[in-house]
């Protein structure tokens, strides 16, 4: 059984930073990329960023530039730096885990077979 348990987030003024992270259980954590997506009320979630298994990454253009996305296999977590906040960027972020071989990145939810549990992040203007 895998399980991811995201931490880190807050509330922070725009043009904060804060960094999200997720500690992800089970000896399998790097074979599998790694996403985070996020969702706002009456939105639909989004894809943010991806790392695959040999850290190459993927960011959506929304957050290029501000956000990065990265992994230590070592802790079993990937992490979410994310600068220069926009209120825009308030949502609940989710970590997810993708554990099928295929090319690389993957951004639809479909792939991601394993989801923590969400970490609300507000951003104030």
């Known amino acids: 059984q895998v399980q991811l348990v995201e931490s880190g987030g807050g509330l922070v003024q725009a043009g904060g930073s804060l960094r999200l992270s997720c500690a992800v259980s089970g000896r399998t954590f790097s074979s599998y990329a790694m996403g985070w997506f996020r969702q706002s009320p009456g939105k639909e979630r989004e894809f943010i960023a991806a790392?695959?298994?040999?850290?190459?990454?993927h960011h959506a253009d929304s957050v290029k530039g501000r956000f990065t996305i990265s992994r230590d296999n070592a802790k079993n977590t990937v992490y979410l730096q994310m600068n220069s906040l926009k209120p825009e960027d308030t949502a609940v972020y989710y970590c997810a885990a993708d554990p099928g071989a295929g090319w690389f990145p993957r951004a639809s939810q479909v792939f991601y077979d394993y989801w923590g549990q969400g970490t609300q992040v507000t951003v104030s203007s």
């Open positions: 790392v695959s298994e040999t850290a190459n990454t």
